[in-house]
């Protein structure tokens, strides 16, 4: 049987954009809520109670030994109290991602977990470099490298009904992606972003964290594009096996030397153990 065209399956996914699971929209719900003024923890709560799924990832991350409460948090209330609003705003934008990434990607051989960890690791050094580099984006940096590969989960039933490929016996490049079904991770998940009506910014860095030299040299696109190759040193890997992480020229303007990153690969690695709630 003739597996279907690219623009055919092009059409077809962006058709079935509209019937995404909604769950990123708390991403967005707890960064309006850290922005306001006059929000508090209790709104995070409602937000968070509301789905029992994202109650049981907040309190299991809330115990991890990252927050260092020493699994005494029995109830989000309890959590919001013990740990405070940035941090349960943190919380509930970990758990809202967790929930919709964390599962098995066949297509992509990506076992489940693997996609979160990734995910994790980019967000956490793309939150440190922003610090460093642009005070004032850690949280949008933080949000839009912790989505970056989300599209993989959009495009992975679509690769299984285009069949096998070339990519069958090594790693689904945005290459493949585009040349089975019409486009890639990157450029799927910004119109689901956009679609959810995220910020453009946070779109802008998502379509282009491959190659941020495509973004009008927008510091969000180089921050996610760092956080990606540093959770790649960090033993988190996103691409081929012997690929470079970094485009030409990426390092450069971030400024990052490669002592730089290889501690910041340490550092991210310690506190991606510190987030996993199986460790003690």
């Known amino acids: 049987m003739e ?119 980019s967000a956490l050094a793309a939150r440190r470099l922003a610090r460093a580099r642009f005070p004032g984006a850690e949280e949008e940096a933080f949000v839009a490298a912790l989505l970056h590969d989300a599209g993989k989960v959009i495009l992975d039933p679509f690769l299984r009904e285009a069949g096998p490929g070339p990519a069958a016996a090594g790693a689904v490049t945005p290459a493949f992606e585009r040349e089975r079904l019409g486009l890639d991770h990157a450029e799927v998940m910004a119109l689901a972003c956009r679609f959810w009506r995220y910020p453009e910014s946070l779109v802008k860095a998502i379509q282009h964290h491959h190659a941020p030299s495509r973004s009008e040299r927008s510091a969000l696109a180089f921050l996610v594009h760092a956080g990606h190759g540093v959770a790649c040193l960090a033993g988190c890997p996103g691409i081929a096996p012997g690929e ?37």
Request: charged share 25%; aromatic share 6%.
């Open 3 to 121: 597996n279907p065209r690219p623009g055919n399956l092009k059409s077809e996914i962006l058709r079935r954009l509209v019937r995404l699971p909604p769950m990123p929209q708390a991403i967005l719900k707890a960064r309006e809520l850290l922005a306001d003024p006059d929000a508090g923890s209790r709104d995070l709560v409602r937000v968070i109670e509301q789905d029992p799924a994202l109650v049981a990832k907040t309190l299991a991350l809330a115990n991890s030994a990252y927050f260092g409460v020493g699994g005494q948090v029995a109830s989000v209330t309890h959590a919001a109290l013990l740990l405070g609003f940035r941090t349960l705003s943190d919380l509930l934008t970990l758990s809202a991602a967790s929930v919709w990434m964390e599962r098995e990607l066949e297509s992509y051989r990506i076992a489940p977990r693997d996609l979160w960890r990734h995910a994790l690791a």
């Open 244 to 280: 470079d992480p970094f485009e030409p020229g990426a390092r450069e303007f971030l400024g990052l030397a490669s002592a730089e990153l290889r501690a910041l690969a340490a550092a991210v690695g310690g506190e991606l153990d510190g987030l996993d709630p199986s460790r003690p």
